[in-house]
C-alpha cells in the first residue's frame, strides 16, 4: 500500500542516501532525453513524492511484458524503481491468491482513489461478452472498467494492450481490443512493443512520480522521448544503407559484413521505439546488432504487416490497412534511397576507374 | 564497450565528434568562468564511436580529483585537466554504462552531502555514542 511519508523519508530510514536518487535522476534524464539539469529536479520530485501504488491488470498476454519489467538484475540503480512503487496487485507477482488477492486490488482501489496508476497488458476480448479472458469470475473487459474508474493515469504495455497485439491479429477470434478503445476518460500512456523496452516503462513511472504529469505523447499515445524516432534513424546499419550495401540473404557476404538487413525484411524505417539506442538486456544488443531484420512489434498490427522476411517494398497483405500510408511512403523512400544511393555508388565507382 | 563483431568498423572509426564536444565544453567552460552558471553535456545521448569515446578521453585528460562511488552501483567522477570541467559515469546493472555526462562546475553535486543525509548522519552517530562504552 502505498506509505503516508515521502520516498525521501522513507528511503533515508533505510540508509538510502539522496546521492542515490541523483544518480537514479541523472539514469532517468538520460534515458528520457531529457537535459541533465533535469536531473536535480527528477531528483527532488521524487524524494517528495509518495510511493506510488501500482495496479497491474493481466489480461490476453503471454506474461513477456512483466518478464521484460522484472528482468532480474543484481541490486542497480535501474532497478530503485521498485522502491518508489507499491506494486499492490499483479496476481503473477503477488503472494495473496483467490479472494485475498481481489480484496488486495480493491483495498488499493479504495485507499488511493484518484491516485493510483493503473498499468495493463493484454488485449481486451470482447466477443461473445468477453468469455474468452476472466479472472476471478469477471471478464476482462469488466475488470479494466472497475479499476480505471477512479484512477490517476492508465498506462497500456505490450503491443497487446496499446494495439490488440497478437490476440487482436486476423482473424482476431477473441474480438480483442487494446486498453484505449475502451477506456476514454483517462490519460493514457502507450507503451508499445513485443515485450517493451524496461526502460519505456521505468523511465514513464519515474517521469510521472516526478512531474506529476504525463509526459509527451506522439499520434498514438506513446511517450515521445522513447517512441520519437524510427529504428531505422538511430540504426548503426544505416550508413551501408545509404551507400546501398544491402544483405540479400541471412548468410551471403553482406550479412557476415553486417550490410542492411532492409532487404530481408527488416521494419525499422517504419518503425517507432528506442532499442538502436537503448538496447536490451542491459544494452547488450538488440535484434538488428544480432543479425536479424526490426519486426515492428512496437506498431500497431505487426503480425499481419505481410510477413517478417518480406522487404517493405514488397510486402504482401494489405499494408495501408495497419498503418495508413506509414508503410507504403516508407517503403517506397526507403527503396528509392536504396535505388539512388546505389546509382550513385556506381557512378562513384565508374569514375574512379 | 560492446560492439558488433559483424560490423567491427562502424565503432572503430573517429568521426570528429570528439572534438565537437570538446568544442562545447569549451563554450560551457567560458560561461561558467564569465558569470558561474553550469552546464552539462549528455554523452549517451550523442553518437559516439568507441574511438570518439577514447579520443576524447584523451584530449580531456585527468586533472587532480577522481572519486569512485558505490552508490546504487558504482559510479566514477574526476576532473578532468580542465579545471571545472568534469567526467561523470554512472554504473548500473552488469557494470555496464548507465548513464554519462560531462559537468562544467565548480564541483559535481553527486559528490556534495546532502543536508538531509548529514542530518540522519548525526542522529545515527549520536545513537552509537549513547549505546557504546568506552
Known amino acids: 500500500m502505498s506509505d503516508k511519508k515521502t520516498l525521501g523519508e522513507m528511503l533515508t530510514e533505510r540508509g538510502v542516501s539522496r546521492r542515490s536518487f541523483l544518480k537514479y535522476a541523472s539514469y532517468t534524464a538520460s534515458i528520457m532525453a531529457l537535459p541533465p539539469t533535469a536531473a536535480t529536479a527528477i531528483a527532488q520530485g521524487i524524494a517528495n513524492a509518495r510511493r506510488q501504488s501500482v495496479i497491474w491488470l493481466s489480461f490476453q498476454e503471454c506474461t513477456g511484458c512483466t518478464e521484460a519489467f522484472t528482468r532480474a538484475k543484481a541490486p542497480s540503480v535501474e532497478d530503485l524503481i521498485f522502491d518508489f512503487i507499491s506494486l499492490d496487485y499483479h496476481h503473477t507477482l503477488m503472494n495473496a491468491s483467490g479472494h485475498l488477492a481481489e480484496e488486495a486490488r480493491e483495498a488499493a482501489m479504495k485507499e488511493n482513489a484518484g491516485k493510483y496508476i493503473v498499468v495493463v497488458d493484454g488485449s481486451v476480448p470482447l466477443k461473445d461478452d468477453g468469455i474468452y479472458s476472466t479472472i476471478a469470475g469477471m471478464t476482462n473487459l469488466q475488470m479494466l472498467e472497475e479499476t480505471c474508474k477512479d484512477a490517476f493515469a492508465v498506462i497500456a504495455v505490450g503491443s497487446c494492450a496499446t494495439f490488440g497485439g497478437i490476440p487482436g491479429a486476423n482473424p482476431n477470434p477473441t474480438g480483442a481490443v487494446a486498453i484505449s478503445d475502451i477506456i476514454t476518460d483517462k490519460p493514457i500512456i502507450n507503451i508499445s512493443g513485443c515485450p517493451p523496452i524496461p526502460e519505456a516503462m521505468t523511465g514513464t513511472i519515474s517521469y510521472l512520480l516526478s512531474f506529476g504529469s504525463i509526459p509527451e505523447l506522439d499520434h498514438l499515445g506513446r511517450p515521445k522521448a522513447f517512441f520519437g524516432e524510427a529504428i531505422h534513424d538511430r540504426c548503426y546499419r544505416r550508413p551501408f544503407y545509404e551507400r546501398g550495401m544491402f544483405a540479400k540473404s541471412f548468410d551471403d557476404e553482406g550479412a557476415r559484413q553486417g550490410w542492411c538487413l532492409f532487404e530481408v525484411g527488416c521494419k525499422g524505417p517504419v518503425t517507432y521505439n528506442a532499442c538502436a539506442t537503448l538496447k536490451w538486456n542491459g544494452g547488450v544488443s538488440f535484434p538488428i546488432q544480432s543479425g536479424h531484420g526490426c519486426l515492428g512489434c512496437s506498431e500497431p498490427n505487426f503480425w499481419d504487416m505481410g510477413g517478417f522476411y518480406k522487404p517493405l517494398s514488397t510486402a504482401t497483405g494489405d499494408p495501408t490497412k495497419f498503418v495508413g500510408g506509414a508503410v507504403v511512403a516508407g517503403a517506397a523512400i526507403g527503396a528509392a534511397s536504396a535505388v539512388m544511393a546505389r546509382n550513385k555508388r556506381n557512378k562513384v565507382l565508374k569514375e574512379g576507374k | ?134
Open chain 2, 1 to 134: 564497450m560492446l560492439r558488433d563483431s559483424a560490423a567491427p568498423c562502424l565503432s572503430d572509426r573517429a568521426t570528429g565528434m570528439a572534438l565537437s564536444v570538446l568544442a562545447e565544453a569549451g563554450r560551457l567552460l567560458e560561461t561558467l568562468a564569465a558569470t558561474g552558471e553550469p552546464g552539462f553535456i549528455d554523452l549517451r545521448s550523442l553518437p559516439l564511436s568507441d574511438a570518439d569515446r577514447s579520443q576524447l578521453e584523451d584530449l580531456l585528460g585527468r586533472g587532480e580529483v577522481q572519486a569512485e562511488l558505490d552508490v546504487a552501483g558504482k559510479s566514477e567522477v574526476w576532473e578532468t585537466s580542465f579545471p571545472g570541467v568534469w567526467w561523470i559515469r554512472h554504473r548500473g546493472a552488469g557494470d555496464k554504462i548507465a548513464s554519462e555526462e560531462i559537468a562544467v562546475c565548480r564541483i559535481p553535486e553527486i559528490l556534495i552531502t546532502h543536508p538531509v543525509d548529514i542530518e540522519a548522519a548525526a542522529s545515527r552517530l549520536r545513537e552509537e555514542l549513547e549505546t557504546t562504552d568506552v
